[in-house]
């Protein structure tokens, strides 16, 4: 998928993505600074702890640099970190856990948050989240699904915040100069309040998703390097505890000037899998006669999804492992009288 690119079927976008989202059984930790761009040693030491974290623990951590005051303040930024008794800077943090990092620990601290993340990150999640971003008409939108994985029940107050952070800012910081590049930069929260939309507030099944629905002005993102952050945030009395956190990069741009005729598509969503997958196909008229089949590297039909009569416009259908029975590349066909399609899909 490319960054930024035109959705050819802009009429289906949501549907389509609101289908596919998968959420990864996945733990993530928030890894926080907390900063202003003022502050002499957020510039030296804290900087450099910054900078080699990210470098060292990218896969299992999602690093944010909240202004609590300075050019780059947000108030979002400044309430999450007071949340967890942020009183100077810089200051660090993994989830709400502070880790005390001094100009004198720098190496040290490294290591010890390095192993702290190796080991979280294999710990089975309570829950996450996924979505996919789309830039329209100003906003950036978000469709976000919350999954719960159990093993059983979770029990509390779960909320669902969304956050656009930038990464490679170029501005002022102290000790540095006017063209320090900031990395992983909190921009603003996708609601007023500050730790999100309440996602439940009770029991809740292993297994139970959530829908929920978030949309942030944004006059511009060409020439951003823009992220997408959700947090799921467990209310613990007056205090917001990270429980997953996830992000992504990769916003779709859907234009509201040009104008996309039909063609005949198949998608499969996602094209990666381990369990299943989502064959939508459009076609821009009626077929009397179709076949969706599912082949293996060999040429060899090892699936039929649909056999029959196809409707214009869109038509979707399940592939999971049991239809296919082993990991490996397959590839899905459409074949009517007047088109033949073909795209692939990788069970992992």
Known sequence: MKKNYLVLL????????????????KQRILVTKRTADWCPYCGTWGWT?????????GENAVFMAAHYDGGLYDPAAKEITDNWGGFYQPKFFANEMEQGVTASNVTAKLAQ?????????????IANCGFEPVYENGDIKVAAKVKFFGPL??????????????DHVTAFQAS???????????????????FGKLIVNGNVDAGQEFSLDFALPVSEITGHEYEVVGIIWLKNGDKFIPVNVWSTDDISLVSGVSVIEPTNEVLVVPTVTIN?????VQS?????????DVLDVNGRIVATLHDGFLKKRYSDFDLDWNLVG???LYFVRVTTPTFVLVEKVIFQ
């Not at 948050?113 to 999640?125: H, S, V, W």
């Not at 930069?185 to 500050?194: A, D, I, K, P």
């Open 326 to 328: 082993q990991s490996g």
């Open 49 to 57: 702890y910054f900078e080699n974290a990210i470098e060292q623990n």
């Open 176 to 194: 540095i100069d006017s063209n320090a590049v900031h990395r992983h930069l909190f921009r603003e929260s996708f609601t007023t309040e500050t």
């Open 284 to 292: 821009i008229e009626d077929q009397p006669v179709a076949t969706v």
């Open 113 to 125: 948050l390095k192993f702290q993340l190796d080991i979280l990150g294999t710990i089975a999640p």
């Open 10 to 25: 802009v009429a289906c976008l949501f549907l389509v993505k609101g289908i596919a989202q998968q959420v990864e059984q």
């Open 276 to 280: 299943a997958a989502r064959i939508i």
């Open 153 to 166: 029940q979770a029990q509390g107050e779960f909320y669902l915040g969304i956050y656009l952070l930038e």
